[in-house]
């Protein structure tokens, strides 16, 4: 099922945090004019507001923008999805969820004789291509997953395109591309994927086991 453009947008200033209207459009995967038009009516409803910092300008959700976003992600689901899909696809995963965590605090840190928590300096090759290796698996194993909840809802489509992507860039020495918040990272990609099923269920990211 494709949704309905409304809860496309809303959606995306969620998942996306904070962003201006052309990043939002690409992420919800709607027309830009028809975006800008959604977005203003959404402002006006009191679910999101506009804030600039500087040069940066963009889209965040209220609180009753939250719970507006979880209502329209709840009525969608008990419509396409009464067998509970989305759930079990969510409980397998948790275990990738792990991984990819350990995975990126090791691309971070790299425990020496000074320290456990020193800082990895990605002088050592091995120890970053075997966090490539997990990564590459962890984006195996959730290649499946993504194909089956798009099934569902086409929105979930595109993350393991995406994390894939990213995983190529850091392969070829743009670390940032694993762990970057300002580039669409591994960790990016997958924080993103985390928030859409949490949000979707109406979980709390917090009370995970």
């Not at 904070?18 to 038009?37: L, N």
């Not at 203003?40 to 965040?60: C, M, N, P, T, V």
């Not at 397998?92 to 790299?110: G, H, Y």
Request: proline content about 4%; aromatic content about 8%.
């Amino acid at each position: 099922m494709t949704s309905e453009p409304r809860l496309l947008v809303l959606h995306a200033v969620r998942l996306l945090g904070f962003g201006d209207t052309p990043a939002v459009a690409d992420r919800a995967g709607t027309d830009p004019a028809e975006s800008a038009t959604l977005l203003e009516e959404a402002a006006g409803r009191g679910w999101l507001q506009r804030s600039s910092f500087g040069d940066l300008g963009g889209w965040w959700l209220t609180d009753e923008g939250r719970r507006e976003n979880e209502r329209e992600l709840a009525r969608e689901r008990d419509s396409v999805d009464p067998g509970g899909l989305i759930a079990t696809t969510y409980r397998e995963f948790l275990p990738l969820n792990a991984s990819l965590q350990r995975a990126c605090t090791n691309w971070q840190l790299k425990p020496t004789a000074a320290g456990r928590l020193a800082a990895n300096d990605h002088t050592d090759p091995d120890w970053d291509d075997r966090i490539l290796d997990e990564l590459t698996t962890i984006g195996a194993a959730l290649a499946p997953l993504d194909e089956r909840l798009s099934r569902v809802l086409v929105r979930f489509g595109g993350y393991h395109a995406r994390f894939d992507a990213a995983l190529d860039r850091a392969r070829a020495g743009q670390r940032e591309w694993v762990d970057g918040t300002d580039v669409d990272s591994c960790h990016r990609v997958w924080f993103q994927l985390h928030e859409d099923l949490i949000a979707t269920l109406g979980l709390d990211r917090g009370a995970e086991g």
